[in-house]
């Protein structure tokens, strides 16, 4: 996954678990439940890793240009933590992924294609939530590991690191129980982990412990520039035991006017994988900008 990406070579992880300096520091289950925002107003959550904030600061920003009162819930936590949050209406709006909502909606729906998968995601998802048009840009898990470790144990696929049987796994705990995480590896793969430790989201917990050798491989997202930055190597999945990973808004079908999906619809179409690289290389920048300024800077950009 060699990416020119000029800039990067001072880089030396990605803060994913850190938030835009515009989010709301909440961080438990508490903070996803409550009371729905009125008809005319829409709350916009994130997942806590800063790819997630940014997209919803787009969201956000392109929905207030257009008059639409927004409250913002950024950081909120994993999938585990703001789901319930979008049930009961306390969320009405947060950029997802398809392959990854569609295993926590529905673990049997054995999808791995991009269509496949927006199309069973479709009719997975609970009849007071829907998702509007998918977006070209992707952004996986991938099981990493550094080039001296691919180099001495012969690694190319998930396979080969499945031959070993000293692995230490890292990642976020929830990667862990996830049915794309180990319990998939293992089925999959065969994959014996020796031991596995909990870290933070593709951040620089599972950055650095790549780089000093505290794991052998790790759960890192494909659009991390930590990646080619530190010359890892991301493992190839023949067995799609991470199915397509497409960016997507998942929001409250009483919230999806025509003019809200107009507005959310045209993001998708502008979004691609390598815009997601390159704004998560600037929000990365050493001035470590807000993630509202990089989001504003791309829809000016692209004439959102």
Known sequence: MKRALAGLAAVTAMTLTACGGSADPLSNASTTTG???????????????????????IYALALEDKGVTVNRKLNIGSRETYYPGLQDGSIDLIPEYTGVLLNHVSAAAGATESEAVYTALQSALPPELTVLEKSAAENKDAVVVTRATADERGLKTIADLAKSDDVVFGGPPEFQQRPDGIPGLQEKYGLKIKEYKSLDVGGPLTVDALKTGAVTAADLFTTDPAIEANDFVVLEDPEANF?????????????????????????SAKLTTETLIELNSKLNAPDKPDAAKVAREWLTSVGL
Request: aromatic share 2%.
């Open 35 to 57: 009371t729905p925002a009125p008809a005319g107003t829409i709350t916009v959550g994130s997942a806590n890793f800063p790819e997630s904030t940014l997209l919803a600061e």
């Open 243 to 267: 199915a397509a990973q497409n960016v997507v808004p998942l929001i409250n079908k009483s919230k999806a006017t025509p003019e809200v999906t107009e507005v959310l619809n045209a993001i």
